[in-house]
């Protein structure tokens, strides 16, 4: 889920940044770089989501009676719990990643001026079922638990508006040059689904990916993985007591695998710190680049003006430019405060990303 996100958003950084130096009349020499950096991303994110679900089995496989004949069958009912509820968490939050990095990758080619000749674009469908998939997916913390919802509604709205944004981006080649309306209108949504509806600064968030990837990933499956084998191996050294004390070298071996196991628990835990906290800077690189194009005071960011200024970035159209009379160019002194706050952060996310990428 992690990944869920981890990826979408640094997609969008990624993005904000290319289109930055774009506005400012310069190449951008740096795109592959940045396309490469997207595929990074999208393969980790893979691996984070489907994860959720390795974790629930791997926590059957110390479940049970240790040595006992029947510890096989017991670990049945585990399994399938696994298969009936993570199974599906894992594919969900993977394919709402694709399509993300998906949209993110149609605006690198639009940013390099490339256009895939006779490939008819409809995403109407894909928004469909993105909203549908996200809307549906629940999770049972333990089987004696009730099912809950993984993505609140404010949440699923948030996703499937900046999907609908991105895709207009493609499919009307919206200029450069609508940067501005494009960050002030999206950021309501972004904040929201990066950490909740109503989130403040400082403190627990709650909602959105960030409390999605501590409550289900972190605090719940980690937590179950590691409870799991703790306890296994406690009832292993009891089961054998005399037998192991007498043979070090067994011992010895015991603990190995023991630590084997926890360390997969710690390596995991550590890359979901590194993605909130990822998600957590873009969430705030975002909010510091709206506050930025605010202060020209030229747009009421409430109200129904404002929604109207926004709805052509979300509305489908056959339209294959954008409205010019809503274009706004970014002042060059905008655009120079603007790259320093990229900067700035990009600074802090640059470790968090290489962190990721070294685990294991």
Known sequence: MKQICTKFYQSLLLVTVSLLLASCGRNIPSLQAVSDNV????????DISKDMYRSCIRATQ??????????????????????????????????????????????????NGEREKGKKITFDASFQTLETSLTNLKYLPSPS??????FKEA????????????????????RRSKLKQAILCTDSSIQTYIKGESAVEGQPEPGGLVAIAKKVYVDGLLVEEETSIRTYYSEYIALLGDDLRKNPL????????????????RTRRDEAEAYTKILRELSSLHASLKTEFAKDGDIPLTGAKFDKYCQDLFKSSNTKTA???????????TMRRVQAIIAKHVKVIKPLLQKLNKQR
């Open 155 to 174: 949440e699923v709205k948030a996703g499937v508006a900046i999907a609908k944004f991105l895709t207009n981006l493609f499919t009307k080649e919206l």
């Open 323 to 333: 409205d010019k009379e809503k274009t706004q160019e970014i002042k060059p002194e």
């Open 62 to 111: 110390f479940f049970g009676t240790p040595g006992s004949p029947t510890v096989f069958t017991e670990r049945q009912p585990e399994e399938k719990f696994c298969d009936d509820n993570y199974k599906q968490v894992s594919s969900v939050v993977d394919n709402a990643n694709g399509v993300l990095i998906n949209y993110m990758k149609a605006l690198v080619q639009v940013a």
């Open 250 to 265: 067994e011992f010895m071996s015991v603990e190995d695998k023991y630590n084997t196991a926890m360390d997969v628990v």
């Open 39 to 46: 595929d990074k991303l999208d393969s980790k994110g893979k």
């Open 145 to 150: 638990s009730e099912a809950q919802t993984v």
